[in-house]
């Protein structure tokens, strides 16, 4: 049987074979004494690229998100985020077991958020209740379907942050998606926020590796928590050629990617199951009016050779990315079609 076409997620895609000749072509040292040139490489291009000082290799999106939450929210002090967000759904509650951080949500919403809503949301220091230090959005939302938080709502939560004196985190695991999308350059979104987490390993196709952006004194301190939490690697040149090679040649690309979840999109759209609109590469399906769940319409999927990820009893998604051709999208919307009209 043909290998399935695998569209739970972004993070299956496997190294093309230029990139793993950069990954065996790097030059290394030990990360950990700050000597391997191609961490440190990578490092400053990505701090250039959203305007800041200085970025940090870290093993994952979950670990980048993290540490930029321990430099921002203090033990005891509270962070303001969506009830779906990244940072509070799927870290294993890492913010509070590491961080002592007490998270506040606003309910799930997506890129749709009102930033009316967070201000009002907004506690400041004091005796009597837990004041509010750091603000956290996600672009692009990966449980709010792959959605795109325009470029007005970003400046106006700025303004929020700056009145409150809290600061302002993007989990921008997909940010290069929303660049893509919606035009807006990296570093006018890097203008907007203290840190950002970015990731190399989900659209961009990399194997392993994000970053955590920020001031230079930010980073050195994310530094050392990240050495804390486990993350200092030694010869992480190997993984960092595998991100450099994704940022210079993987970028542009996600169009092709966000071209066929429309496709995925228009051939669904009649089923009714579209949660929302898409604007990158995330196909939500609400599947509370189908004829079946999300686990019957995965496990059909599946045994026609199509791969789906179940969020919930009627919540499931597809995800376009570097690993699925045009043509096994055409065959995907064939296939899920199909099981939507028997
Ligand atoms: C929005 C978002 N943030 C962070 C992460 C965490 O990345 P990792 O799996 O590398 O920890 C993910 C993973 O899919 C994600 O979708």
Not at 34 to 50: H, S, Y
Not at 87 to 97: F, K, L
Not at 116 to 123: C, E, I, K, T
Not at 276 to 305: C, F, H, M, S, W
Request: proline residues 5%.
């Amino acid at each position: 049987m043909a290998d399935p076409i695998d569209l739970r997620s972004d993070t299956v895609t496997r190294p093309t074979a230029a990139m793993r000749q950069a990954m065996a072509d790097a030059e290394v040292g030990d990360d950990v004494y700050g000597e391997d040139p191609t961490v440190n490489a990578l490092e400053a291009e990505v701090a250039a690229m959203f305007g800041h000082e200085a970025a940090l290799f870290c093993p994952s999106g979950s670990m980048a998100n993290q540490i930029a939450l321990q430099l921002l929210v203090p033990p005891g002090t509270e962070l303001l985020c969506d009830a779906d967000a990244h940072v509070v759904t799927y870290e294993m509650g890492a913010a509070a077991a590491y961080g002592g951080v007490t998270s506040r949500t606003w309910p799930p919403v997506g890129a749709e958020l009102d930033a009316d809503v967070v201000a009002a949301m907004v506690r400041p220091d004091g005796y009597w209740a837990v004041p509010t230090r750091a603000i956290a959005v996600e672009q692009t939302y990966n449980r709010g379907g792959g959605g795109v938080i325009p470029l007005d709502t970003l400046r106006e939560l700025r303004r929020i942050a700056d009145a409150g004196q809290v600061a302002l985190h993007c989990d921008g695991a997909r940010i290069w998606h929303a660049h893509v999308a919606d035009g807006v350059p990296l570093a006018t979104y890097g203008a907007l926020f203290d840190t950002l987490s970015v990731c190399l390993s989900k659209g961009l196709g990399a194997p392993v590796g994000s970053l955590v952006v920020g001031s230079a004194d930010r980073i050195e301190r994310g530094r050392v928590i990240r050495k804390r939490m486990g993350g200092g690697m030694r010869q992480a040149g190997i993984l960092a050629a595998a991100g450099r090679y994704a940022l210079a040649n993987h970028v542009d690309r996600l169009a092709d990617d966000h071209a066929k979840a429309a496709r995925l999109a228009e051939a669904i759209a009649p089923f009714g199951v579209l949660a929302a609109t898409v604007r990158t590469n995330i196909v939500p399906l609400d599947l509370t009016k189908a004829p079946l769940d999300a686990p019957a319409l995965a496990a059909a999927a599946r045994a026609e050779g199509v791969l789906i990820s179940v969020l919930g009893p009627h919540a499931a998604r597809l995800v376009t990315h570097l690993d699925v051709t045009a043509t096994q999208v055409d065959q995907a919307a064939t296939t899920l079609t199909q099981i939507l009209r028997r």
